[in-house]
């Protein structure tokens, strides 16, 4: 009977154990696993130190968890630090880590947040990049010439490369072809871009488009056949106000003037294109949005409450983050629908983006 | 308080004297904590930059003090106190455009990256030379860039030669090339710090600090 009472009792406290590890194992994973599923908003922090955290959030605004990744500085110190959304995917630059480079970019899986890294064999620290649904290409360069390569970002080989003329400063990609635009700046009083077509499949040259007085651009958009430029910067490096819009198919240029200069990025979303007022160097602007009404060009400017460092059009709305909120508008008359406060974290706001 | 004031009061750092890099290396972090809080006991230390309407070219003095906003003038020189290179605490380089700065790692060696310091380091000194135009800045920035393509040099004390660069080694030699100043007052090694603590030099933005 005590023999009997002690097995008991044994197994009463191995019972007791186990269950103890399992609740005590489950309360240190709940923050990293909790509700990964459940949120629409992922935040990110880091610097050139310290590695990124993403926050996430739910519709409501509701703060759910935060996670921890091995990656610091994504995407500073990228010509282009929009992230591009492919699918389930969201990918990001990340050229540079404390004082490192880093020679890929990263490929994160919103269901999880498992990041995956997409090299290149040329040694190319990418600052510019794009992605489509197979392969990524990236580029670097100084004010002379610059590499692109392209890699099969299932298998991670790098399947071609070339050399360009001028310094690699944005591409975007489109159906078999990446536009790539470079600056020259051989002669420091004729600084000029130009635009560099490209076969997708072997990264061959087309043709080439010059764009005058121009430095550099913080974004690009292909509307159907018209590529548009945001002029951030012209040849004698002074803020402009101009948005450039070249017709693929004639190689006619036309410029619009924006009522504000500090031209950031561009949305596109039916008949209008939206571009933003901002800069890399997070200082203050009057937090204007133009809305380009692509077949009149006629021009309407909003004012947000908060400055648009980072922000999309999804569903119909505008949504924007100064790292502080979020914030939502609604896209006919940029009346803010709804707001929420975000955690914050020790480390600098570089990014957010939305989980369909 | 005046500039040259707060080098005399900070003194450089003492190469001679150190006998390892820990020495040397907490010597840095000791003359950058001199500065941060002469800084931050006298905030008029941060001086409006030479292109500012605030300056007065003339007297080649400032009438008055505008809030300092994180530079894009070509020749501007970058330092930060993150992060450390061997022995070296910091990093430095020098604007060449509004969006492009002209940096040393020792990856890449020489090359031009994007010109956003204050959103990717923590702490930023953005300082400027006495005495010298904005074109001489510009033509400082255009011989650092001049370099590109070359390696790193991690052979600190070797700061005469024009083969390889460390950071803040490139910044000097831009400037001793162009204008005859010398950035390094005390030693063998380059510091960043020596650029912030130079009497040459004053600070026109700090960010963190």
């Known amino acids: 009977m005590n023999l009997f009472k002690t097995i008991t009792n044994r197994y009463k406290m191995i019972f007791i154990c186990l269950l103890s590890s399992m609740i005590f194992l489950q309360g240190c994973f709940s923050t990293e696993t909790k509700n990964i599923e459940d949120y629409k908003y992922a935040v990110i922090y880091t610097n050139m130190f310290e590695k990124a955290v993403i926050h996430l959030y739910n519709e409501k605004g509701k703060f759910l968890s935060k996670h921890k990744t091995k990656y610091r500085g994504m995407p500073l110190g990228a010509f282009m630090e929009r992230p591009i959304h492919m699918n ?22 919103k269901s999880n947040l498992q990041i995956k890294e997409i090299p290149n ?83 061959s040259l087309i043709e080439t488009i010059k764009i005058d007085d121009m430095m550099y651009s913080s974004d690009m958009e292909l509307v159907d056949n018209d590529l548009f430029l945001v002029k951030t910067s012209d040849g004698k490096d002074n803020q402009s106000n101009e948005l450039i819009k070249i017709n693929l198919m004639n190689k006619k240029i ?10 950031s990025d561009m949305h596109v979303h039916k008949d209008h294109m939206f571009i933003t007022q901002g800069n890399s160097f997070l200082e203050p602007t009057e937090k204007k949005i133009a809305k380009l009404h692509l077949n009149s060009s006629k021009i309407d400017v909003f004012t947000t409450e908060i400055e648009n460092y980072v922000s999309y059009i999804h569903e119909d709305q505008f949504i924007t983050s100064d790292g502080t909120k979020i914030q939502i508008y609604n896209l006919d008359n940029f009346k803010k629908e709804k707001e929420f406060k975000l955690e914050g974290d020790e480390s600098l706001f570089t990014s957010f983006f939305i989980n369909d | 308080m005046s500039l ?25 972090l000791e003359t950058f904590e001199r500065v941060e809080k002469e800084i931050e006991s006298d905030p008029e230390l941060v001086q409006p930059d030479k292109n500012s309407s605030s300056y007065n070219f003339k007297a080649n003095n400032f009438q008055a003090l505008a809030a300092p906003s994180y530079p ?124 912030v603590n130079s009497s040459h030099t004053y600070i026109i933005y700090t960010k963190g600090v």
């Open chain 1, 254 to 263: 036309e410029k619009i003037t924006l009522p504000f200069k500090s031209l």
């Open chain 2, 4 to 28: 040259c004031m707060l080098s005399v009061i900070l003194p450089a750092v003492s190469h001679a004297n150190s006998t390892s890099s820990e020495d040397i290396v907490q010597q840095q």
């Open chain 2, 72 to 195: 894009k003038r070509k020749g501007v020189i970058l330092v930060t106190k993150d992060g450390k290179f061997g022995s070296l605490v910091g990093h430095a380089g020098i604007i060449y455009s509004e969006t492009k700065t002209v940096e040393s790692f020792p990856e890449k060696g020489v090359k031009t990256y994007d010109n956003d310091w204050n959103t990717k380091y923590k702490t930023v000194y953005a300082v400027t030379t006495k005495g010298t135009t904005v074109a001489q800045d510009a033509k400082a920035a255009d011989r650092a860039y001049s370099h590109k393509g070359k390696p790193y040099n991690w052979e600190f004390t070797n700061i005469n030669t024009t083969k390889k660069f460390y950071c803040s080694q490139l910044v000097y030699e831009a400037y001793k090339y162009t204008t005859g100043l010398n950035l390094n007052h005390s030693g063998r090694i380059v510091f960043p710090i020596d650029l």
């Open chain 1, 88 to 109: 389930n995917k969201v990918y990001y630059a990340n050229p540079q880590s404390k004082h490192n480079t880093n020679e890929f970019i990263l490929e994160l899986n």
């Open chain 1, 121 to 203: 064999e040329e040694k190319i620290a990418p600052t510019v990049w794009t992605v489509d649904k197979e392969f990524a290409y990236m580029s670097e360069g100084d004010l002379t010439s610059s590499k692109l390569a392209k890699t099969n970002i299932a298998t991670g080989k790098q399947v071609a490369s070339t050399k360009l003329k001028g310094e690699a400063n944005y591409m975007i990609e489109h159906s078999d072809k990446l536009y790539v635009l470079t600056f020259i700046h051989s002669n420091p009083d004729d600084i000029y871009g130009i635009i560099n077509v490209i076969n997708k499949k072997d990264l």
